[in-house]
């Protein structure tokens, strides 16, 4: 599959690093905050899974499964809730956990939303940020990795739900996204 790809932006011990350096900061900001980490499907799923085992407070883990309306490679702002958490978050720590910050529009949604429940506190958690294409800025407590303006998958993230499983990052060529 690699050969398919464009190139390795990022490979599975830079991204096993930066997860473990995240998690570190999670763990000495969250002492007896008891958190609930919203992991964001499908995308974020690996991130979240690897992250919550390097977390050394104890915290939980709750998903929510949103689509944006609009094309794959392209969010519009508008988003429907597919699956809702489990749990309330009134009066706790969220922290939500998403694949990659792209237009911001999709955070922004789950922000308001998450923030409508009275919880303590929303921040995030980011793997990935684009900020080339940012409509809208969201204060993102922790970032893994900034990429370029490219359209990128593996470790969660698809194309057309191709690539998920990929243990690294990579963009895919310009003429795959036509
Ligand atoms: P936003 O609302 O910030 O524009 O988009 C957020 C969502 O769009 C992400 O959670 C992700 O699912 C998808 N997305 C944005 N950019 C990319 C990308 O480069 N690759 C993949 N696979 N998904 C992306």
Do not use: W
């Not at 789950?110 to 080339?132: E, F, G, I, S």
């Amino acid at each position: 599959m690699k050969n398919e790809l464009e190139e390795v932006l990022l490979t599975e011990e830079q991204i096993r690093t930066r997860v473990s350096e995240i998690a570190a900061r999670i763990t000495a900001d969250y002492e007896g905050k008891d958190p609930v980490l919203v992991c964001v499907l499908k995308g974020a799923v690996f991130f979240m899974a690897d992250l919550v085992r390097e977390i050394r407070v104890p915290c939980e883990m709750d998903f929510m499964a949103v689509s944006s309306y609009g094309s794959s490679s392209d969010s519009s702002g508008v988003v429907r809730i597919l699956k809702d958490l489990d749990a309330q978050v009134e009066g706790r720590h969220v922290i939500i956990v998403e694949d990659i910050i792209d237009t911001g529009l999709t955070l922004s949604y789950l922000m308001k939303n998450l923030k409508a429940r009275n919880p303590a506190d929303v921040q995030v958690c980011a793997l990935l940020t684009k900020p080339a294409r940012r409509k809208v800025d969201n204060p993102c407590r922790y970032v893994g990795f900034e990429v370029p303006n490219k359209f990128v998958v593996g470790y969660g993230l698809d194309y057309e739900e191709r690539y998920r499983n990929l243990r690294f990052i990579a963009a895919l060529p310009e003429e795959m996204l036509e």
